[in-house]
């Protein structure tokens, strides 16, 4: 059965989206009749396969803005692995606040963001173990939760979807960019939350966070 919520472009009707928007589509044809039997489909239709892309009509205003991907080791007597106290930033770098539902970020870890509401300006982490973070951090950084796999130390890739699979983020780190940010002590910040994507994957975007430990969750001065 066709769905009440399809839309058809019987006639050459032109379907223009104001919004971004993940688009399935069929054709049907009256006059189309899939082969049955051995090897082919056990029945017969007059909808084609489906069709599926997502069309993006502003990309959505989420952005990493700093990664601690090799931070430095706990003290003497503390049982935490290392690569426990990683964390990557997210900042809402928008105008309106966002539900960042369904947003994830994969690559060399993977995470899907639950309903939460960002605020324009505001930022949040995700961490690779939330009771070490706190350990270090203490708790008043905003976190969305703990992603599964680790970064690794000398470099990895890195991607942030939208909910409709909208590409915002693809790029790779290299330990080699910021030495002060490979295991001594200090995490990866982006010059400039506002700048085309593209330069994510570039060396010159980034910096050394100005604290030892990084800023998670805070503007992180120049």
Excluded: C, K
Excluded at 94 to 116: M, W, Y
Excluded at 141 to 163: E, F
């Amino acid at each position: 059965a066709v769905s009440p919520r399809a839309r058809s472009n019987l006639n050459s009707v032109v379907l223009t989206l104001t919004n971004n928007a993940r688009v399935v589509a069929r054709n049907f044809n009256l006059a189309h009749n899939n082969l049955t039997g051995p090897g082919n489909p056990p029945l017969s239709s007059h909808w084609s396969g489906l069709t599926l892309a997502t069309f993006v009509v502003a990309t959505p205003a989420l952005r990493i803005t700093e990664i601690m991907f090799n931070p430095y080791a706990p003290p003497t007597g503390n049982t935490n692995d290392t690569e426990n106290f990683e964390f990557i930033e997210l900042q809402n770098t928008g105008s309106t606040p966002l539900n960042l539902a369904g947003f994830r970020l994969s690559g060399g870890v993977d995470f899907v963001f639950p309903s939460i509401i960002l605020a324009p300006g505001q930022r949040i982490v995700v961490v690779s173990n939330l009771a070490a973070f706190q350990s270090r951090y203490g708790t008043s950084a905003a976190v969305a939760g703990v992603y599964t796999n680790h970064l690794n130390n000398s470099g990895d890739h890195l991607v942030l979807q939208g909910p409709l699979q909208e590409s915002i983020l693809d790029f790779r780190y290299n330990d080699t960019w910021i030495l002060a940010a490979d295991g001594l002590g200090f995490s990866l910040v982006i010059h400039d939350p506002s700048a085309s994507p593209a330069s994510w994957d570039l060396t010159e975007s980034w910096r050394p966070s100005s604290a030892f430990g990084g800023s998670p969750g805070q503007v992180d001065p120049a």
